[in-house]
T-cell receptor, first 115, second 114 residues
């Protein structure tokens, strides 16, 4: 049973427009959420994170929104650039003994940004 | 500042063999986690090492074992390899702290079992 779901396997966006990637989770014990970007033949690269006590976190062109009641988070990229084309993974983590527990990943969404 | 490094980058083994993968954490980090990523899937947690002890373990059989050394580097060992063990093996490091630590990933080791 998947605890973290990314229901859109792929997304295509025009350069300069907004990209919105969505993620749903089922476990209410998750208290830390992260987005990673992955290029082929590379490991995941950390993008942005959010704690469960917040509902929004911004870092440059990237903003993550968390809706705890809906168990939903989204990543907004504005404006989208061709270099953003990659697979994006949503990950969630429970607290474990006061530090971060294991990451549980979704299956990823492949973003294509067209010039 | 060196990031997470893994070796080797690629490996080919046959069924029944044993394999050892290695990971050096990012400078200043004390915790190493290992993940398996099958094609088309997200990474799946294998186990985490902290203070040279296995701290957490995912749903993987005992054929998967690990070790952490005093310098925080880590090894993942897989015995009696199966075809289904073919995957990208990722190492991630972090620093134990507040519960909001970020795990940083290495480039991975791609294992092919024939």
């Amino acid at each position: 049973d998947q605890q973290v779901k990314q229901n859109s396997p792929s997304l295509s966006v025009q350069e300069g427009r907004i990209s919105i990637l969505n993620c749903d989770y089922t476990n209410s014990m998750f208290d830390y959420f992260l987005w990673y970007k992955k290029y082929p033949a590379e490991g995941p690269t950390f993008l942005i994170s959010i704690s469960s006590i917040k509902d929004k976190n911004e870092d440059g062109r990237f903003t993550v929104f968390l809706n705890k009641s809906a168990k939903h988070l989204s990543l907004h990229i504005v404006p989208s650039q061709p270099g953003d084309s990659a697979v994006y993974f949503c990950a969630a983590s429970p607290n474990y003994g006061g530090s971060q527990g294991n990451l549980i990943f979704g299956k990823g969404t492949k973003l294509s940004v067209k010039p | 500042d060196a990031g997470v490094t893994q070796s080797p980058t690629h490996l080919i083994k046959t069924r029944g063999q044993q394999v050892t993968l290695r990971c050096s954490p990012k400078s200043g980090h004390d915790t190493v986690s290992w993940y398996q990523q099958a094609l088309g899937q997200g990474p799946q947690f294998i186990f985490q090492y902290y203070e040279e002890e296995e701290r957490q373990r995912g749903n993987f059989p005992d054929r998967f074992s690990g070790h952490q050394f005093p310098n925080y580097s880590s090894e993942l060992n897989v015995n009696a390899l199966l075809l289904g063990d073919s995957a990208l093996y990722l190492c991630a490091s972090s620093l134990v702290g507040t519960g909001q630590e970020t795990q940083y990933f290495g480039p991975g080791t791609r294992l092919l079992v024939l």
